[in-house]
């Protein structure tokens, strides 16, 4: 007996008619999507254009900003040329040397520049100052001249210059009173400005131009095509217009910017042809439309093949409706059983089964038929019997039992079951009837509580359930356990018998108060041991109701936490003090510092905060171990602790670095008091394993509230003292004052930009001849370095040096000074014959933390420079120190033939017996000495010895600072080797110097 689930047509509407539809869809499918795309195509149009708007509008804006800032920089530089003009107009026009070095300092670091012109309130040329010597040009046009001559204010004069690579910034000059004296001209390289805009641009499709109110100033490309109409724009209060236009002689459609440049009265124009926007576009459409054309045809075949196996579908449904339909009204009633069904034969193959039978079990009837019912059987010993199963169902009775079976996707499932016998007239057995119930859910209940039970007397945590009258109903092992109390014995009593005491009546109300809103309590509780011991526990409690909310049970779980607490403790002292002296850490001091500003708030008193740094720790850890300097820093906390009171805060920050906080403070005698008798303490010696060590201390001390109002305020102000006095000599104390809080800030901002100063290439080198006594001829230069900061401005070596050696940027700087050098001196010997020699400073820093051997060989072979003509100038400071080290690394420069000068020989501790020891070639005259010499007897007798010495030890003498000739003069006739100074020329950038190198003959003076 078989049956078939319905699917009879109900919809009323021919299956023919449907299937028809479908080639269709298929058409109206392809349709909606070539619409789609063309939506879609349209709007990418648009957005590509929208998009390059945007773009031109944010180059202009780019390229305006770059314009401005160009500009600005040299504005700037015009407008402290007229400053300084304005004051010294005739002194400077008598002294073009001065003027000169003005203008070298002034405009430094400038790159667009090609020359500075000073010119006379008539229009005439006073001064040429040019940067750029592959230029001819000199002087400004007549137009712009007569632009000058009518700029009664002050403002800004920009205008194009005859030739197309230059464009005129002047500004007038006027004295004190008012009167015009001249005009300070500097011509900008239309070429810097054309560089900068094609910055970041890959292609040449943009059309840029910029315009003052009169004329183009310069164009990319050189020859455009029209010009823009920007007059409007001038008088307009928007920054910018952006505007699609056809371009009158192409044709084309162009895209255009017109920008205003920031603070002038110029112009910036940024064009591009439409045409180069959708380029990119045109060939992303024609590829989605060949791709579209592909998809369509392949939408339509998929059509006509669903139609046809459509139909085939329609037929064989016909077929099964009709088999359906006949036995419908026999299998109704088994088919929409509850249960399970199935029907075998007399030999156990099935013929039947039910769909309760297929959705219990995923076997479908067709998968059963002629099979025996085992095929459900699971691996898993049922403990069923087989054998009297059938040996009760072959006596026609029936039977009743449980069957573990395993589904058609292998989930295991139990069955509770009913077989019965069927039997013909004659009382032969037929077929047996079977009714099965899924019981799979009773049974994981049951193994649920099965396991449930066994969870709670395995579980580790303590369990307690309690009745509603919170009488103690059930408890686990791990209870007992924990509490001592046996299950008997806590069965039948309340959980106050752990009660400890320790908690307040309102602690347990508060409890039950929770229980009964929420139902729910957690936290931690201090309970008693049977023996006695209270210990603490996190316990937990969840209230069990019934359907009608009312209360039915309490279960509590808790855990002994004794030992967690033990651990919290210590992990909370290690997070808080230091582990070497036992003192507060930089974390609890900063802590204790906050809530000592609250309260000094509140009580309108005052704080202290003492810095204090150990002078000369180092050394301990370096010659006695760090064992000894463990030692060391435990013996001061001690001292510090034993000298302050105890609401008072000793903390170690870290190294040999401690701090105080004073509390409560009535008057200033309390901190000189108790900062006396540390600096005392600390200093006295140290016994350290058979070793005594001396130290001392420097601390800087800082008031809340007079110096800081808050803990970053105070620290650091503190931490500036402290330096403070370590520079006042060591072993000091030093409160302190906005104006070290000033120099600190300074000297940070320097610090920061030094850092970037390398990589930003604001560097630059300037040359100082240096020239034979009696022939006037060029032998040698000094390297200078200077340093031009955007934001600083020109920064002197005497700020940035000593800055350099702190930090210990001296490395790399004096390392790129010393190649940068030598790469120059290979370049002058490739263009004359007998090119000079040069010079290096180098800083006794690099002695002592680098090998200045391996730099200078490593120099030499890398730029290719004759060890001949290298000299490295080093200071009377680095020869005092007695090091072997320094000693060796010095004879080891010489050995590789390089020379070595003495700077500013005189003004330290000059001495004989290290001019014999060191190797020593030259020595250079400071030129405090050479100010004096035809003016101060003591200084002419100096020189004069200094020079006699020289002479006697064969080494070589450079004057440095000459400016007069009667210095000069006075040099030659006691027998100086070189000269160098103002008098012949100051510093100057390394253009002007290659064209001193390339001059042959004796140089003139201030050349």
Not at 94 to 114: D, I, N, V, Y
Not at 345 to 350: E, F, G, L, T, V
Not at 530 to 558: A, C, H, M
Not at 764 to 789: F, G, K, M
Request: net charge neutral; hydrophobic share 40%.
């Amino acid at each position: 007996m078989t049956t078939f689930p319905s699917t009879q047509n109900t919809g009323g509407v021919p299956q023919k008619t449907k299937s028809t539809h479908i080639l269709l869809g298929g058409l109206l499918l392809c349709l909606s999507l070539w619409i789609i795309g063309s939506v879609f195509t349209w709007h990418s149009y648009q957005s590509v254009l929208t998009r390059a708007e945007k773009d031109i509008a944010s180059l202009g804006t780019r390229l305006a900003h770059h314009t401005s800032t160009s500009i600005k920089t040299v504005d700037l530089a015009i407008m402290r040329t007229v400053g300084h003009f304005s004051k010294n107009w005739d002194k400077l026009k008598k002294a073009p040397p001065q003027a000169h070095e003005f203008l070298t300092t002034a405009f430094s670091g400038m790159p667009q520049l090609r020359d500075i012109i000073i010119l006379s309130a008539d229009g005439k040329t006073l001064f040429n100052h040019r940067y750029d010597y592959t230029y001819t040009g000199s002087n400004p046009n007549d137009t712009f001249r007569i632009q000058m001559l009518r700029n009664p204010d002050r403002r800004l004069l920009i205008d194009r210059l005859n030739s197309k690579k230059t464009i005129g910034l002047s500004r007038p000059v006027y004295d004190s009173v008012g009167t015009l004296q001249g005009y300070v001209v500097a011509k900008i390289r239309t070429s810097y400005l054309k560089e900068i805009y094609q910055v970041g641009m890959d292609n040449n499709e943009h059309d840029i131009a910029l315009y003052n109110k009169s004329s183009r100033l310069l164009s990319i490309p050189e020859v455009m095509a029209f010009h823009h109409d920007i007059s409007d724009l001038f008088s307009s209060t928007k920054k910018q217009f952006l505007q699609t236009e056809r371009n009158l002689i192409s044709g084309q459609k162009n895209i255009n910017t017109r920008t205003k440049v920031p603070n002038y009265d110029l112009i910036l124009t940024v064009d591009i042809d439409v045409q180069n926007i959708i380029k990119e576009w045109k060939q992303q459409t024609l590829t989605y439309t060949i791709i579209g054309v592909i998809f369509s045809t392949l939408i339509l075949i998929y059509a006509f093949l669903v139609q046809r196996t459509f139909s085939t579908v329609q037929l064989e449904n016909l077929r099964r409706q009709k088999t359906e339909n006949s036995l419908k009204k026999l299998s109704r009633a088994i088919e929409q059983s509850p249960t399970s069904v199935v029907i075998t034969d007399a030999k156990a193959r099935i013929e039947y089964v039910n769909p309760k039978f297929t959705e219990v079990s995923g076997y479908a009837l067709s998968e059963v038929i002629g099979k025996n019912p085992k095929i459900l059987s699971a691996t898993t010993d049922t403990k069923t019997d087989y054998a009297a199963m059938w040996d009760t169902l072959n006596r026609g009775k029936d039977w009743r039992g449980e069957f573990c079976n395993q589904r058609k996707d292998g989930r295991i499932y139990w069955e509770s079951a009913a077989i019965s016998s069927i039997k013909n007239e004659q009382g032969d057995i037929t077929h047996f009837l079977a009714v099965k119930e899924d019981i799979t859910e009773r049974k994981k209940a049951e193994d649920q509580l099965q396991l449930a039970a066994a969870v709670f007397e395995a579980a580790s945590e303590a369990i307690m359930v309690c009745d509603a009258n919170n009488v103690i109903e059930l408890v686990n092992s791990a209870f007992s356990e924990i509490t001592g109390y046996s299950v008997e014995e806590a069965t039948g009593q309340t959980p106050s018998i752990l009660k400890s005491g320790r908690h307040q009546a309102e602690f347990y109300r508060s409890m039950i108060e929770k229980l009964n809103k929420i139902g729910r309590w957690e936290g931690e509780i201090w309970n008693r041991r049977k023996n006695g011991e209270v210990y603490p526990q996190w316990l937990s409690i969840k209230t069990i109701r019934d359907e009608t909310g009312k209360i039915q049970r309490f279960i509590s779980l808790f855990s002994d936490i004794t030992l967690r607490k033990r651990n919290e403790e210590r992990i909370l002292y290690q997070a808080n003090y230091d582990a070497l002296t036992g003192l507060p850490n930089r974390s609890l001091f900063l802590d204790r510092l906050q809530r000592a500003i609250i309260q000094a708030e509140r009580s309108d008193t005052q704080i202290a905060l003492l810095f204090i740094d150990l002078d000369r720790f180092k050394n301990v850890n370096d010659t006695l171990g760090h064992a000894c300097g463990d030692l060391l820093l435990q013996e001061a906390a001690a001292r510090l602790n034993a000298l302050v009171r105890r609401s008072d805060t000793v903390a170690r920050l870290g190294g040999d670095e401690f701090t105080v906080i004073l509390s409560d403070l009535s008057d200033f005698t309390q901190i000189e008091r108790l900062v006396e008798k540390l600096l005392k303490s600390l200093s006295a010696p140290y016994d350290l394993e058979q070793h005594v060590a001396f130290v001392s201390a420097s601390i800087g001390i800082t008031i809340f509230p007079n110096d800081g109002g808050n803990v970053e305020d105070l620290l650091k102000n503190a931490d500036t003292a402290m330096y403070q006095a370590k520079e006042n000599g060591r072993n000091l104390s030093q409160f302190f004052t906005t104006q070290m809080n000033d120099e600190a800030n300074e000297r940070r901002a320097l610090e920061t930009a030094l850092h970037q100063a390398l990589e930003r290439e604001e560097f630059v080198l300037h040359y100082q001849p240096i020239v034979d006594a009696r022939t006037s001829e060029l032998v040698s230069c000094e390297t200078l370095l200077r340093w031009h900061q955007p934001e600083h401005g020109n920064v002197y070596p005497d700020k940035f040096i000593p800055l350099a050696e702190d930090t210990g940027l001296i490395l790399p700087i004096g390392a790129w000074v010393l190649e940068k050098a030598c790469f120059e001196a290979v370049n002058w010997a490739k263009k004359i014959k007998n090119p000079p020699n040069i010079s290096v400073n180098m800083s006794s820093r690099q002695f002592q933390r680098t090998d200045v051997v391996a730099l200078v060989r490593d120099t030499l072979q890398k730029t290719g420079l004759d060890p001949q003509r290298l000299t490295l100038e080093i200071t009377e400071s680095l020869l005092i120190v007695d090091d072997k080290k320094i000693v060796q690394q010095l004879h080891d420069v010489r050995k590789l033939g390089v020379g070595l000068s003495i700077d500013d020989f005189g003004t330290g501790y000059s001495s004989l017996s290290y001019l014999r020891r060191f190797p020593i070639t030259t020595l250079k005259i400071d030129r405090a000495f050479i100010l004096d010499l035809t003016t101060d007897d003591e200084a002419a007798a100096v020189v004069s010895a200094i020079l006699s010495m020289a002479n006697s030890l064969h080494m070589k003498v450079v004057a440095e600072g000459v400016e007069e000739l009667e210095q000069l003069n006075v040099l030659r006739e006691g027998g100086c080797d070189y000269i160098q100074g103002y008098y012949y020329s100051p510093p100057v950038p390394i253009e002007a110097f290659r064209l001193m190198v390339q001059k042959e003959g004796p140089l003139e003076p201030d050349e």
